[in-house]
């Protein structure tokens, strides 16, 4: 069964870092494209950052040079490095893995997800 287990969300005030993490089980995890996406009250989820089996990443333009997403294949673990957070960042962040292994900016690529962890940034 797999299971992928976001942690590392909180109340944060805005200038703020915070690193998500999301431990993956139940899968051969080297072989996965990763992301984060994000969903704020009332939006749509959105595309945050994904790194693919091979290390590329990519990020949305609105995290450019604030969030780095890196992956740890000895751990089974991604991360998502938010810097200098705003309070247009206050989201629930889901972790989302990718059989194909490329890492793509569609939620609907993704085969499994995880539950979310509450960032929440305020002024």
């Known amino acids: 069964q797999v299971q992928l287990v976001e942690s590392g969300g909180g109340l944060v005030q805005a200038g703020d870092s915070v690193r998500l993490s999301c431990a993956a089980s139940?899968?051969?995890?080297?072989?996965?494209?990763m992301a984060w996406f994000r969903q704020a009250p009332g939006k749509e989820r959105e595309f945050v950052s994904t790194?693919?089996?091979?290390?590329?990443?990519l990020s949305a333009d609105s995290v450019k040079g604030r969030f780095t997403i890196s992956r740890d294949n000895a751990k089974n673990t991604v991360y998502l490095q938010m810097n200098t957070l705003k309070p247009a960042d206050t989201a629930v962040y889901y972790c989302?893995?990718?059989?194909?292994?490329?890492?793509?900016?569609?939620?609907?690529?993704?085969?499994?997800w995880g539950r979310g962890t509450q960032v929440t940034v305020s002024s």
């Open positions: 989302a893995a990718d059989h194909g292994g490329y890492g793509t900016t569609m939620s609907n690529t993704y085969n499994y």
């Open positions: 790194i693919s089996r091979s290390g590329m990443t």
């Open positions: 139940g899968l051969t995890f080297n072989t996965y494209g």
